[in-house]
């Protein structure tokens, strides 16, 4: 079965900094790239994705870069907020609502 | 629109027990997902239903079963429960639409077996 990996597990960036977060999969097959923030007390929230026709995707201050070769692809966060704060998780699926996610990311953003 | 309702929030079983929680999708969403969330093993797919059929299931014990009404509405059993099960159990509906992926995600049930 797919295999996703997530590095780092926490990351503690200076608020106004960038933060990014890495994952990298095993199936060549998967072709849909989700990333979800989590916030205590509450279900993942999606908050960017990105198929595998694409390379790069923005919104705003996040971004997310696909390497479908190497399989693997990254979530970008630019001039941080202490409201970032949270758990990011990536996932990976291949034409199903069945998802793998990555182990999480806590994000947390020093004031 | 009302998001992914989940009931029970809370519960707390013994170990033998089996319990039963519900998942209430988004209006319009005709898929339902199950997601077991634990510190140790991450998120992990339970299963996935659409139109009242298992379409998915993850590699869990048989243990763990679902079903889906026709008004959409799901819910999940747990039967002879263990320690192990202790958990956050997280509902996700999806449009009717396949393969645009996105869930959507209930704040879960934090089931507390002792």
């Known amino acids: 079965g797919e295999n996703v990996e997530q590095h780092p597990s926490t990351l503690s960036v200076q608020e106004g900094d960038s933060a990014v977060i890495k994952c990298t999969y095993s199936d060549s097959a998967s072709n849909y790239f989700p990333w979800y923030k989590q916030e205590l007390g509450k279900g993942p929230q999606l908050i960017i994705d990105?198929?595998?026709?694409?390379g790069e995707k923005k919104d705003q201050r996040i971004a997310v870069t696909l390497n479908k070769t190497a399989k693997h692809f990254s979530l970008h966060i630019t001039e941080t907020q202490p409201e970032d704060s949270a758990v990011y998780f990536c996932a990976v699926g291949a034409g199903s609502y069945q998802l793998t996610f990555g182990k999480g990311t806590k994000l947390s953003v020093i004031p | 629109k009302a998001g992914v309702t989940q009931t029970p929030r809370y519960l707390i079983k013994t170990r033998g027990q089996q319990v039963t929680l519900s998942c209430s999708p988004i209006s319009g969403h005709r898929s339902v997902s199950w997601y077991q969330q634990t510190p140790g093993q991450g998120l992990q797919f339970l299963f996935e239903?659409?139109?009242?059929?298992?379409?998915n299931k993850g590699n869990f014990p048989g243990r763990f079963s679902g079903r889906q009404f026709s008004n959409s509405r799901s819910e999940m059993n747990v039967s002879t429960l263990e320690l192990g099960d202790s958990a956050l159990y997280l509902c996700?509906?999806?449009?009717?639409?396949?393969?645009?992926?996105?869930?959507?995600f209930g704040e879960g049930s934090r089931l507390t077996v002792l």
């Open positions: 996700a509906s999806s449009s009717l639409t396949p393969n645009t992926g996105e869930l959507f």
């Open positions: 239903y659409f139109s009242e059929t298992q379409r």
């Open positions: 990105i198929r595998s026709n694409v």
